[in-house]
């Protein structure tokens, strides 16, 4: 198969935009992509000071490469949830990548900021790993964003993980979590809330891998010890099965969430008041927040 | 025969002739892979030969 730019042999191959690229094409196609995606959602420009959330993994790994080369302000934040044989794997490439960009990297840990891992939490389950660990992370990111003075938090959130996304909360039928999410998140504007987003949203995890291994970019391809038995990876299987049949449903997802996005966020969540939690202080619509929720219930 | 490795481990496969027959073989969806062949990323229609080295990258990762 030849790049449809230049006719080179095709490293890629994207069926659903009916295109295959050379190395040299994609990488250029890649990077015009997401600014494209930042400028079309109006993320921020290049005044903002961009905290970008990196694991060590290719997405997120992508994503400080590519926003440093954009010319973006970034500073790296890490969160160790404390998962032995898995982000003590991951945090060197990190460490590497914001030695060579010099970007300065900043770690929060699940033990330092919350008292316990996530191998400890685990121990004492009720839920599954995921939902502890997606509000724990979530919190420190922003947190973290807050503190080191961010005008965003930008995170490695690629086509898959939204349209897998998408459908959980359909599952869920989460309504006001769906009208929070987007590429911008939030409803309701707060100082103490860092607004998320995801300038790799329109990117699938496949080109995030060609674009990391064309431009060298080391990274853990280690899969989180805690994923198999979630919702998401069956969600991940059914949705890879489709979109090899019938290429283009995932874009096709996000783009028809994107088209319902503006009802949503008219619709639900609005009435929400956001209020301080009596026992941390941060933002929540209860009386107190679900961080200290889950962290009484594993005690 | 080709040598396949993927996350490390190795093994050796016989009996297909691109690799989109080598997805077949192994039953793996190739919309969860990206392929290097002795050492270049490559398509689905690439031809491969006796000794080729195939990396499978899979596209799955983090949480």
């Known amino acids: 198969?030849?790049?449809?730019?230049?006719?080179?042999?095709?490293?890629?191959?994207?069926?659903?935009?009916s295109k295959a690229y050379c190395h040299s094409c994609f990488t250029k196609y890649y990077e015009k992509r997401v600014k494209k995606t930042i400028m079309k959602h109006k993320m921020f420009n290049k005044k903002d000071l961009i905290g970008v959330g990196v694991s060590g993994g290719k997405d997120s790994i992508d994503l400080?490469?590519?926003?440093?080369?954009?010319?973006?302000?970034?500073?790296?934040?890490?969160?160790?949830?404390?998962?032995k044989g898995y982000r003590n794997e991951t945090?060197?490439?990190?460490?590497?990548?914001?030695?060579?960009?010099?970007?300065?990297?900043?770690?929060?840990?699940?033990k330092k900021e919350l008292g316990k891992t996530l191998d400890e939490v685990v121990k004492k389950k009720k839920r599954h790993a995921c939902s502890y660990c997606g509000v724990f992370r979530r919190h420190l990111l922003n947190k973290a964003a807050r503190e080191l003075g961010c005008d965003y938090l930008a995170v490695g959130h690629n086509l898959d993980d939204e349209a897998q996304?998408?459908?959980?909360?359909?599952?869920?039928?989460?309504?006001?979590?769906?009208?929070?999410?987007?590429?911008?998140?939030?409803?309701?504007?707060?100082?103490?809330?860092?607004?998320?987003?995801?300038?790799?949203?329109?990117?699938?995890?496949?080109?995030?891998?060609?674009?990391?291994?064309?431009?060298?970019?080391?990274?853990?391809?280690?899969?989180?010890?805690?994923?198999?038995?979630?919702?998401?990876?069956?969600?991940?299987?059914?949705?890879?099965?489709?979109?090899?049949?019938?290429?283009?449903?995932?874009?096709?997802?996000?783009?028809?969430?994107?088209?319902?996005?503006?009802f949503l966020k008219e619709n639900f969540g609005k009435e929400q008041k956001l209020k301080k939690c009596k026992s941390c202080g941060e933002i929540t619509s209860g009386e107190t927040c679900k961080v200290c929720d889950f962290l009484k219930e594993v005690k | 025969m080709i040598e396949v490795e993927e996350r490390g481990k190795k093994r050796k496969v016989s009996g297909v002739?691109?690799?989109?027959?080598?997805?077949?073989?192994?039953?793996?969806?190739?919309?969860?892979?990206?392929?290097?062949?002795?050492?270049?990323?490559?398509?689905?229609?690439?031809?491969?030969?006796?000794?080729?080295?195939?990396?499978?990258?899979?596209?799955?990762?983090?949480?």
Request: proline share 5%.
């Open chain 1, 1 to 17: 198969m030849k790049c449809v730019k230049c006719g080179k042999k095709a490293v890629i191959n994207l069926p659903y935009a």
């Open chain 1, 64 to 83: 400080m490469y590519v926003l440093h080369r954009l010319g973006y302000n970034l500073v790296a934040i890490t969160i160790d949830e404390g998962i």
């Open chain 1, 91 to 110: 945090i060197p490439f990190v460490k590497k990548l914001c030695k060579q960009l010099k970007i300065p990297l900043h770690i929060y840990s699940f």
């Open chain 1, 165 to 262: 996304t998408i459908l959980m909360n359909f599952f869920h039928s989460e309504l006001d979590r769906m009208a929070r999410s987007g590429a911008v998140t939030g409803v309701v504007k707060n100082n103490l809330f860092v607004p998320r987003v995801k300038p790799l949203r329109e990117i699938s995890e496949k080109e995030n891998v060609v674009y990391a291994l064309l431009k060298g970019l080391e990274y853990d391809d280690i899969e989180c010890p805690y994923v198999k038995d979630s919702l998401r990876a069956d969600v991940r299987k059914t949705i890879n099965f489709l979109e090899n049949k019938h290429p283009g449903i995932k874009i096709g997802l996000l783009h028809s969430f994107d088209k319902m996005l503006p």
């Open chain 2, 17 to 63: 002739k691109d690799v989109s027959a080598l997805f077949e073989k192994l039953k793996l969806n190739p919309d969860e892979y990206v392929v290097s062949v002795n050492n270049k990323i490559v398509l689905e229609d690439e031809k491969l030969k006796n000794n080729d080295k195939v990396k499978l990258y899979p596209v799955v990762s983090g949480g």
